[in-house]
């Protein structure tokens, strides 16, 4: 089955989350952990200052929907209980053909070890699989990141590789660790 499109009705409900797009609302709770050189370390971006953050949400974060490969819906993760921003999370759609997608997600440090990363990925791995129809979902972390490496495993995906000082990342060489999930692994555990 080739993967259609996704327009998922938020917010997105989970036990104790909601996943919604992100608005300028949300700018400073965005700017209070993405700007902090210790949350972007394993990450591909820099810490964002304020004007950057204006402009993803103007853009790259405005996405509502995912029509076609090469899209990304980043979503807020919401407290639900407090109305809290604690962190994003994205799903990536990379191919139609192959039914290819990745996951990821950043928590806010203050709100870490709560389990928000790990409900608010399960939620996008169930969007990804049941709703857009996707056939495989991977998670891509830099090895040294140990707390997402336990998101992953939590999550019941499988690492599949470990690849070596495969990248030159901030100035230094990062190894990469490469997990995934087949649809027919989502909805044998789900």
């Known amino acids: 089955m080739s993967p259609n499109e996704l327009r998922p009705a938020y917010p997105i409900k989970t036990e104790r989350l909601l996943l919604r797009p992100l608005t300028s609302a949300d700018a400073e709770a965005l700017l209070a952990y993405r700007s902090r050189p210790d949350v972007c370390r394993y990450v591909p971006f820099e810490p964002m200052t ?48 192959h039914g290819g997608g990745e996951v990821g997600y950043v928590v806010n440090p203050e709100f870490a070890g709560l389990g928000y990363a790990t409900e608010a990925a399960r939620a996008m791995l169930r969007v990804g699989f049941e709703e857009l129809g996707l056939h495989r979902i991977v998670g891509r972390i830099d090895e040294r990141n140990e707390p ?43």
């Open 148 to 190: 997402s490496a336990r998101v992953l495993r939590r999550l019941g995906m499988r690492q599949e590789a470990r690849l070596v000082h495969n990248e030159l990342f901030k100035g230094e060489w990062s190894t990469e660790l490469d997990f995934a999930m087949l649809a027919e692994e989502w909805r044998a555990q789900a």
């Open 50 to 97: 304020p004007e950057v953050i204006a402009d993803r949400l103007a853009t790259y974060w405005a996405a509502t929907v995912l029509t076609d490969e090469g899209q990304s819906l980043t979503l807020g993760i919401e407290v639900a209980e407090t109305g809290r921003l604690v962190g994003d999370v994205i799903l990536f759609w990379h191919s139609r053909k």
